[in-house]
């Protein structure tokens, strides 16, 4: 699947794919807001959510990004959002 995610991006091209990716963006987006009121499927979202990964899978072939990379960056993020939670609940406890 990788090396057909590299052609669609090597086909269109990096700008081409951010025009696309804002589009693809867009619809997930609307799907969701959709979602949340009960005026679109379950399966509507994934197939939004799937063309918004292709088009992340085509970003980072493009850039040479490994999963490692992503992984560890993701780990980083999560443990900081983890921590500002943290920090938000025991505000919220000494405000009491
Ligand atoms: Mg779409």
Partial sequence: MI????????????HA????YCEEGTELLEVLK????????????LDEIADVRVMLAGFQCGLCI????IRDRMEFKINRQIGRIKKEKECQSTEL
Avoid: A
């Fill in 17 to 20: 794919q951010i025009n696309k």
């Fill in 66 to 69: 490994t999963d490692d990379e």
């Fill in 3 to 14: 090396e057909q995610i590299q052609e669609i991006f090597d086909h269109y091209g990096f």
């Fill in 34 to 45: 959709g979602y949340e009121y009960g005026e679109t499927s379950r399966d509507e979202v």
